[in-house]
């Protein structure tokens, strides 16, 4: 079977270098084993992404030399499909309604936090009875969440190695879609990369823990799951994460005072790809990329 990785960026402002640092190590993975990539757009938020952003997107793409083999259609028009599978999870009691707010999740008596600070849902929801859920139906429209089991979820990341997750007690049911209608990450991801057939995930280390919840998805749905390797993310030199909002770093600012082959020439030294950061194209990197070169500390980075 011929290695399909993947490139899924959401157009909600310009990509900026820690975006680039995914999709080159996405590309450079699926490429090295003699495989294609894939791109897709992940604009489930219609809102905070626009078509003016996916054009930038994809021109920026162009522009570093990271030329994708496939397309798969964007995140937006695939909602009957995603509404498919949340049905079918509802019609085998796997997901259900909830009405609690964010509010009340909160304040919940001794309501346990996951690792990323979120309060962990405590389960309201999931005993009310028929009469109870069509009472709250008639008032507002609820959320939909995945009954998870109090079972631990391991795997081994192939860059950071081991790792495990009790998703009831560090994760708690997780939400399917949004009382907006708007579809969670969790769900879209895992139904279009089975669509798409995406043999390989490569992303930042900020998603490692997203990964139990999503073998759990694929273990419900019958499906084969990718294998998964996660990077060290870029921050900037005082050791924040580079963010959308602040504009760091973004393509707009850097194609100013930068060709392609810099930048690409940049990131891989940073990856540990190559001695110096000679300018170089993403084609020359192939035959040198290898994971055992790569850094598992965040990777702080200064164009200086």
Known sequence: M??????????????????????????????????????????????????????LLRDDLNWLGLHWDREQPCQSSQSARYAAIL??????????????????????????????????????????????????????????????PDETISFTDGHFGPYSEDLAAECGDFILCRADGIFAYQLAVVADDIAAGVTQVVRGRDLLSSTPRQLYLYRLLGAEPPRYWHIPLLT?????????????????????????AQLIGKLAHAAGLIDSEEPCTAD???????????PREDIAFDLK
């Open 284 to 294: 020359e990197l192939i035959p040198l990329f290898s994971w055992d070169k790569v």
């Open 87 to 148: 049905d079918e999870l509802w019609q085998r009691e796997l997901a259900y309604p909830c009405w609690c707010s964010r509010a009340e999740i909160e304040h919940a008596a001794n309501a346990p936090h996951a690792s990323d600070g979120h309060a962990i849902y405590p389960g309201t929801c999931r005993a009310l009875s028929e009469s109870e859920r069509a009472a709250r139906f008639e008032k507002k429209a609820p959320l939909w969440r995945l009954r998870v």
């Open 236 to 260: 900037a030199a005082d050791g924040r994460r580079l963010s959308k909002r602040d504009r760091d770093l973004d393509l707009g600012l850097l194609r100013q005072h930068y060709t392609a």
């Open 2 to 55: 011929m290695e399909l990785g993947r490139f899924a960026p959401t157009p909600s402002g310009r990509m900026h270098l820690g975006n680039v640092f995914s999709a080159l190590m996405a590309w450079l993975s699926a490429k090295s084993m003699g495989g294609e990539v894939l791109l897709r757009i992940e604009d489930l938020d219609t809102v905070r992404c626009t078509p003016q952003h996916t054009a």
